[in-house]
C-alpha cells in the first residue's frame, strides 16, 4: 500500500497562504491524491483531489510535482477557521478504493 | 440534505458487552466504509462494502461484524467489546471511485 509522509505540524499567520507538503514516492500510476481536514471533535471533510494536473477549487489549491512523488496543499488565505489535522491520502483505484490516512499535519494558524 | 449520520454519538460499553454502530446515508452512494481513528495513529479502515449486498475486510476488522443493510445503511457490530476497542468510529461513503468521500461525525466508545 502506497504511504504518505507529512510534517506532523505547521503554523501559519492568519490571511497569509499556507504551503502543506507531502511526499508520496511509492505512489502508483493509479493513485489518486486526497486532501481532507479533521476540525476539531468533527469527522473529516474532503478539501480536494488530483492525479497529475494542479487542481483549484473553492477552498484550496493542489499542487503536484510532475513525478507525482509530492504535492502541496496549498491556501491561498489562512483564516482561523482553518485550523486543522490536514491529511494527503492517496485513494487505490482497485479493491476496497480505500483512502489510506497517515497522522497528517496539524495546522495552528495565529491571529 | 443530512450526509452521513451516525449513531450514537458516544457510548461506553463493559468488556464482553456487545453493540451495534448504525450508519446511515441520504445521497444514494454506492460504497460505504468503517473507520477507526486513535490517538497518533490516523484513521484505519474496518470494513467496507462497495456496493448493496457486498462487504469486505478492510485492515483492522478482527473483532467486528458488518452488515450492509440497503443502500442507504452500513451497521458495524462489537460482539465481545474489548478495552483495545475503545476509539472514535468514523463511517464513510462515496458515490463511486475517484470522488470524495464523505464522513459522518464519529462515535466515540469507551470499553472499560
Known amino acids: 500500500d502506497a504511504k504518505t509522509t507529512q510534517p506532523n505540524s505547521m503554523e501559519s499567520n492568519e490571511e497569509e497562504p499556507v504551503h502543506l507538503p507531502c511526499n508520496h514516492s511509492?505512489?502508483?500510476?493509479?493513485?489518486?491524491i486526497h486532501w481532507y481536514r479533521q476540525l476539531p471533535s468533527q469527522g473529516p471533510e474532503y478539501v480536494i483531489h488530483?492525479?497529475?494536473s494542479n487542481v483549484n477549487n473553492r477552498m484550496a489549491s493542489l499542487a503536484i510535482a510532475e513525478d507525482r512523488k509530492s504535492s502541496t496543499l496549498i491556501l491561498h488565505r489562512a483564516t482561523l477557521r482553518d485550523a486543522a489535522v490536514y491529511y494527503c491520502i492517496l485513494r487505490e483505484q482497485t479493491g476496497a478504493n480505500n483512502l489510506f490516512f497517515g497522522t497528517g499535519t496539524r495546522l495552528t494558524v495565529i491571529p | 440534505n443530512a450526509g452521513v449520520t451516525q449513531t450514537p454519538k458516544f457510548q461506553v460499553l463493559k468488556t464482553g458487552q456487545s453493540m451495534t454502530l448504525q450508519c446511515a446515508q441520504d445521497m444514494n452512494h454506492n460504497s460505504m466504509y468503517w473507520y477507526r481513528q486513535d490517538p497518533g495513529m490516523g484513521l484505519r479502515l474496518i470494513y467496507y462494502?462497495?456496493?448493496?449486498?457486498?462487504?469486505d475486510k478492510g485492515e483492522v476488522p478482527n473483532g467486528y461484524n458488518v452488515s450492509r443493510l440497503n443502500k442507504r445503511e452500513f451497521s458495524l457490530r462489537l460482539e465481545s467489546a474489548a478495552p483495545s476497542q475503545t476509539s472514535v468510529y468514523s463511517c464513510?461513503?462515496?458515490?463511486?471511485?475517484?470522488?470524495?468521500?464523505?464522513f459522518g461525525q464519529g462515535t466515540r466508545l469507551t470499553v472499560v
Open positions: 511509492t505512489i502508483s500510476g493509479t493513485d489518486y
Open positions: 462494502s462497495a456496493s448493496e449486498g457486498t462487504t
Open positions: 464513510a461513503s462515496s458515490l463511486i471511485r475517484d470522488t470524495e468521500a464523505f
Open positions: 488530483g492525479l497529475t
